[in-house]
T-cell receptor, first 112, second 111 residues
Framework: DAGITQSPRHKVTETGTPVTLRCHQT?????MYWYRQDPGHGLRLIHY???????DKGEVSDGYSVSRSKTEDFLLTLESATSSQTSVYFC???????????FGDGTRLSIL | SQQGEEDPQALSIQEGENATMNCSYKTSINNLQWYRQNSGRGLVHLIL?????REKHSGRLRVTLDTSKKSSSLLITASRAADTASYFCATDAAWGQNFVFGPGTRLSVLP
C-alpha cells in the first residue's frame, strides 16, 4: 500500500473555529489532492498540489486553503469552519504520468 | 459539474453472479480509472484504461471503454461477498493531472 496517512482520523469542532487537516506521504509523489465526500456527490476536488508551494483550486475550494511547504506534507485548512463543511475528507497522492491515485483512509469532520 | 456518472446507483446480486456497472462522461479524456471503496475506508485503485484502449482485464475485472459514446463499463465476474463496496469511475481532463469522480455505484453481493 502507498504510504499515505491522514490526521486526525476524526474531529468534532464548533462553527467558527479554525481546523487543519494533515496529509503525509512517504512516496515522494509530486501530486497531492484534497477531496471531500458527501452522500450523492461522490468525491469532489477541493485543492491540489503539483509541487512544493505549487497549489491550485478545485471544484469546491471556497472556504478552504492549503499549503505545501514540503514534498511529503499537504495541509488543508478551514479558516472558520461552517456546518456545511461537515464531511469526510480524503487525501490522495499520484506520481507522474498515467498513474492512479492512492488514497488515505479519510478524516471524518463534524462541525456543530 | 461532474464528469463521470455511474449507473446504476445501487446493485444487488447473489454470490457467483456477474455485476456490471456503467460510467458516462462528457469531455475528452486521457484515461479512465475505476476505484473501489469499502465502507469507512479510502478508495482503492482497480484498473486504468487509456483512451486508445478498448478493453482491459485484471483478474475477475473487465473494463471496456467506448470513446465515441463517452462511456465505460466495469464487469465483475463470479462475484463474492467481499466484492460488496462502492465503485467509482474517475476521468482525467485531457490536459491535466486532475480527476473527476462520479457519485458511484453501491454493489451488494448477497451470500
Amino acid at each position: 500500500d502507498a504510504g499515505i496517512t491522514q490526521s486526525p482520523r476524526h474531529k468534532v469542532t464548533e462553527t467558527g473555529t479554525p481546523v487543519t487537516l494533515r496529509c503525509h506521504q512517504t512516496e515522494n509523489h509530486r501530486y497531492m489532492y484534497w477531496y471531500r465526500q458527501d452522500p450523492g456527490h461522490g468525491l469532489r476536488l477541493i485543492h491540489y498540489s503539483y509541487g512544493v508551494k505549487d497549489t491550485d483550486k478545485g471544484e469546491v475550494s471556497d472556504g478552504y486553503s492549503v499549503s505545501r511547504s514540503k514534498t511529503e506534507d499537504f495541509l488543508l485548512t478551514l479558516e472558520s469552519a461552517t456546518s456545511s463543511q461537515t464531511s469526510v475528507y480524503f487525501c490522495a497522492i499520484k506520481g507522474d504520468g498515467d498513474q492512479p491515485q492512492h488514497f488515505g483512509d479519510g478524516t471524518r469532520l463534524s462541525i456543530l | 459539474s461532474q464528469q463521470g456518472e455511474e449507473d446504476p446507483q445501487a446493485l444487488s446480486i447473489q454470490e457467483g453472479e456477474n455485476a456490471t456497472m456503467n460510467c458516462s462522461y462528457k469531455t475528452s479524456i486521457n484515461n479512465l480509472q475505476w476505484y473501489r471503496q469499502n465502507s469507512g475506508r479510502g478508495l482503492v485503485h482497480l484498473i486504468l484504461i487509456r483512451s486508445n484502449e478498448r478493453e482491459k482485464h485484471s483478474g475477475r475485472l473487465r473494463v471496456t471503454l467506448d470513446t465515441s459514446k463517452k462511456s465505460s463499463s466495469l464487469l465483475i465476474t463470479a462475484s463474492r461477498a467481499a466484492d460488496t463496496a462502492s465503485y467509482f469511475c474517475a476521468t482525467d481532463a485531457a490536459w491535466g493531472q486532475n480527476f473527476v469522480f462520479g457519485p458511484g455505484t453501491r454493489l451488494s453481493v448477497l451470500p
